[in-house]
């Protein structure tokens, strides 16, 4: 079996090394010119290897080296960046027709997205163009913009209204589905006047659409190794491609049938829908466009490109454990309180909300003060150690969610492709950093008398000689991720906290 792993990649490599030299010959031969200084690559990952955990930061040491305008190899891709605001500002102003396209991925193949979406055609196209005219008036425009408002101040007392009612009634709030479900009905109101999220039943449709949009924005943001090697375009390695022809073929079907069924109520002579596609319908002639056409531009304005997926990367069992160990209802409803009286501020005072922030603030706050007694979060100030911690969550959870060719090619573990690993341990350090400081402040206000708090870190370490636990497998606990010995698991199952 190793021995047909190993056949298999060295075939691929050298077929790979074989178009990647006949590619370089051909741009060679086409280019009559020079790409400008930058790190020399090698055969065939070019400078992937040298791009490390943080891209952007190892571009500006390369920079430094190299000048503000230099050039890198991306596997097969060639790039070119610039990074001085000067020649940014230069290129932008001289070059905005080069520079104002995009290389196409290959998820975004799938259902001719690319030869549809305004995000993918050429700007000198006659379509691109008139996709541009539709969205001006239709979508982005003053008068548009300022008939929404009551729109979008309706969806968020709607979410206020919801968390009011929990609270009262003091039900356990599921801030990620609350948040997707006022964003859902917001963007499907502005474009066909129709709820599609329901508070009290976010599982049935909602979840549905949930997931459709989530493998969209997933297949085209992911990076994708066909992207870089297009030979691999063939097998698509990690299904990216295949995922978003049924995802986005999901999402087309759902936008067809509210197309068929507003055709029908107009020619029932039902009354006139102030939204998106009856703006559309009505000027078909005039913009020359088709009912396909129309279910790709209401695609577009779906925010497909954001994450719907608020991921806070609290994995299941941390839920689990909160539940075993009672999280207080006084606790609960003090941050849904916090979160509705921030709402009700940016609302009184005009401010925009970030949903997805404030969201997994609040939720933060809950988790560091279940844990711990602290709020990790602040609402006025989202970007500071919310967002690193934030950051840190998120890349556990992606490195530990996305598909690895390591996984299934044994052989590929030494030099991490991907770098899932490298990032995994990257972020998982900062994680277990914070929960080692946190500990460390703890027994030191132990030792000095303070009194003590009503949290799990004060549970298990009141409890650590009866589980036998050490301080890096408290750690653990607390991160919620795999720990070793029956005694954590028994502790974990007997839920010994109680606030």
Same mark, same amino acid.
């Given at each position: ?28 031969? @086409? ?21 490390? &955990? ?47 396209? %995009? ?51 309706? @969806?968020? &007392? ?127 002639? +005039?913009?020359?466009?088709?009912? @396909? ?28 454990? @909160?539940? &075993? ?7 609960? %409803? ?111 206000? %132990? ?36 720990? +070793?010995?029956?005694?954590? +698991? ?10």
């Amino acid at each position: 079996m190793e021995l047909a792993t190993l056949l298999l990649v060295l075939s691929l490599i050298t077929v790979s090394i074989y178009f990647h030299v006949q590619n370089s010959n051909s741009r060679r031969r @086409k280019a009559g010119g020079k790409f400008p200084p930058g790190p020399y690559p090698f055969p065939i990952i070019g400078n992937i290897h040298q791009l490390g &955990k943080s891209p952007h930061r190892t571009i500006a040491k390369l920079c430094k080296t190299y000048g503000p305008i230099m050039s890198l190899k991306l596997g097969t891709r060639s790039v070119v960046i610039v990074s001085s605001p000067e020649l940014a500002k230069e290129v932008l102003l001289k070059h905005d027709q080069i520079c104002s396209g %995009r290389a196409i991925p290959v998820a975004a193949q799938a259902q001719d997205l690319y030869k549809q979406s305004m995000g993918f055609l050429p700007v000198d196209s006659n379509e691109w163009k008139k996709l541009r005219k539709i969205y001006k008036e239709q979508l982005f425009s003053t008068h548009r913009l300022d008939a929404s408002q009551g729109l979008r101040r309706e @969806k968020v &007392k709607q979410l206020c209204d919801y968390l009011e009612e929990c609270c009262v009634s003091g039900r356990a709030v599921n801030i990620e589905e609350a948040a997707f479900t006022t964003t859902l009905n917001l963007m499907s109101s502005t474009l066909f006047s129709v709820d599609f999220g329901n508070y009290d039943d976010p599982n049935s449709s909602t979840q549905k659409l949930k997931e459709a949009v989530q493998g969209v924005s997933t297949s085209l943001t992911s990076p994708n190794l066909a992207d870089y090697f297009p030979i691999l375009r063939i097998i698509d390695p990690q299904g990216l491609k295949k995922r978003a022809e049924f995802c986005f073929g999901k999402l087309l079907a759902i936008f067809e049938d509210l197309i068929n069924q507003r055709l029908e109520s107009r020619q029932n002579g039902s009354p006139k829908k102030n939204d998106l596609l009856e703006a559309l319908l009505d000027q078909r002639e +005039q913009y020359d466009i088709s009912l @396909k056409e129309i279910k790709y531009i209401l695609f577009d304005a779906t925010p497909y490109s954001g994450n719907w997926k608020f991921e806070f990367g609290i994995k299941s069992e941390e839920v689990d454990m @909160k539940e &075993k160990f009672g999280l207080s209802l006084r606790l609960r %409803r003090e941050k849904v309180k916090q979160l509705c009286d921030y709402l009700e501020e940016c609302c009184v005072s005009g401010r925009a909300v970030n949903i997805e922030e404030a969201a997994f603030t609040t939720t933060l706050n809950l988790m560091s003060s279940t844990l711990f007694s602290v709020d990790f979060g602040n609402y006025d100030d989202p970007n500071s150690s919310t967002q690193k911690l934030k950051e840190a969550v998120q890349g556990v959870s992606t490195s530990l969610t996305s598909p690895n060719l390591a996984d299934y090619f044994p052989i590929l573990r030494i030099i991490d492709p991907q770098g899932l690993k490298k990032r995994a341990e990257f972020c998982f350090g900062k994680l277990l950093a914070i929960f080692e400081d946190l500990i460390n402040q703890r027994l030191e206000s %132990r030792q000095n008398g303070s009194p003590k708090k009503n949290d799990l870190l004060e549970a298990l370490l009141d409890q650590r000689e009866q589980y036998d636990i050490s301080l890096k497998e408290i750690k653990y606990i607390l991160f919620g991720g795999s720990t +070793q010995g029956c005694s954590i +698991q028994a502790m974990k199952s007997k839920g010994s906290f109680s606030p």
